[in-house]
């Protein structure tokens, strides 16, 4: 048996309906990520204000980093981002991975993140930790105090830093934005054609 060809208003029909499928989950997406970043930027805004009004000076409550080194492999590899929380309270605990300003002669000032491996109290507020990355023989040379600690690794998104890199350049942001306009155009010009079509 031969199959039914389909008609034109047909094809135009499958094609609107996947062309607003494709609109409409992209429209989702981007409306839940900004109302992710509202969130986070509220939060982040509302600990910063109010630490502000009582007098504390402390890191942002939220961080994110991208990983440059593979001394956390295979944890965390090359590329990935971390999303990092302040712990207050000196509140760290051995096998916690930090991230935090070094104080080595040879990477003085760098942000690191590796695991806690040992913690040594000093007040019940300040503590000095020793950490490694899980991927290094040995531990850091320099030990970390508590006011260098930037935050506890809350997540790891994988491979990130790729997607850093591709948006460094502006003709990439421009791609990406003529992909829901076109989109937005095909999807329109088929309904007008369909509309023809049914007045023909």
Do not use: W
Not at 45 to 68: C, E, H, Q, T, W
Not at 166 to 174: E, V
């Amino acid at each position: 048996m031969r199959r039914k060809k389909q008609k034109p208003s047909e094809k135009v029909e499958l094609v609107t309906y996947l062309s607003r499928f494709i609109l409409r989950s992209f429209l989702i997406a981007v409306l839940f990520t900004l109302s992710l970043f509202g969130i986070i930027i509220t939060v982040y805004l509302g600990d910063l204000i109010f630490n502000s009004n009582n007098g504390n000076i402390k890191n942002p409550l939220f961080g994110a980093y991208i990983i440059v080194s593979p001394s956390m492999v295979p944890t965390i590899n090359v590329q990935d981002a971390i999303v990092i929380k302040r712990v207050d309270y000196d509140k760290y605990n051995i096998g916690d991975i930090i991230t935090f300003s070094s104080s080595d002669v040879n990477y003085d000032g760098l942000t690191i993140t590796h695991r806690i491996v040992n913690k040594e109290n000093v007040s019940t507020q300040n503590s000095i930790y020793t950490t490694k990355g899980d991927n290094n023989p040995v531990v850091d040379a320099a030990r970390v105090a508590t006011d260098s600690i930037y935050g506890r690794v809350l997540f790891k998104i994988p491979k990130v830093g790729y997607l850093q890199n591709y948006f460094s350049k502006p003709i990439h942001y421009f791609i990406c934005l003529l992909i829901p306009i076109s989109i937005f155009l095909i999807y329109n010009g088929l309904k007008i054609n369909h509309v023809l079509q049914r007045k023909e």
